[in-house]
């Protein structure tokens, strides 16, 4: 198991130096489930909910919150992210959206933190603008899917896992 990084010799807490690391393309891919009722499911997809367009406003959320994660997460980075995408898939048999977030930039820290805050958010978003509707919404399963770049090498989750 790797030693933690963000405590230094004395127990503190800190942020990695990153000064000396090689910039690589780093990208990130991470994924979140928002289940609800039918009807709400039916509103969503026919644009139907009365705050406006559910979807469009979660995408608009989940970038934002990508580019704004280390005011959100104390020990990450500020990064020049290069590519944010947020993605939805409606899955009708289960009421459920899927939320894919995609993240990339060149540089000497990953952005794993930054596709998952991406679909936190945008699943909140969902939740927020729907919660008049249905307050037995659940986020779950909010997880990193892939990662590429740096010292730590590739990672991918097996997606029926």
């Known amino acids: 198991m790797p030693e933690f990084t963000h405590i230094d ?3 503190q ?4 130096d ?3 690391k090689k910039e690589t393309l780093r990208t990130a891919k991470a994924q979140g489930v928002v289940f609800m ?10 644009r139907d909910i009365k705050k406006g367009n559910v979807l469009e406003t979660a995408r608009i959320a989940g970038i934002l919150a990508a580019k704004k994660t280390p005011a959100l997460i104390p020990m990450c980075h500020p ?7 947020v993605d939805f898939f409606p899955e009708s048999q289960a009421n459920a959206i899927r939320i894919e977030a995609s993240v990339r930039l060149k540089g000497a820290t990953g952005v794993e933190m930054e596709a998952l805050t ?13 919660k008049s509707y249905d307050k037995t919404m659940t986020i779950s399963q909010i997880r990193l899917m ?3 770049g740096g010292k730590s090498g590739d990672f991918f989750r097996d997606p029926d896992a």
Do not use: P, W
């Open 118 to 130: 991406a679909v936190s958010v945008a699943a909140l978003t969902i939740y927020d603008m729907c």
């Open 9 to 11: 010799d004395k127990g």
């Open 37 to 46: 009722n039918a009807d709400t499911f039916e509103k969503i997809l026919a």
């Open 13 to 16: 807490v800190r942020m990695v």
């Open 18 to 20: 990153v000064t000396k």
């Open 146 to 148: 892939k990662k590429s």
């Open 79 to 85: 990064l020049n992210i290069t590519h944010v995408q």
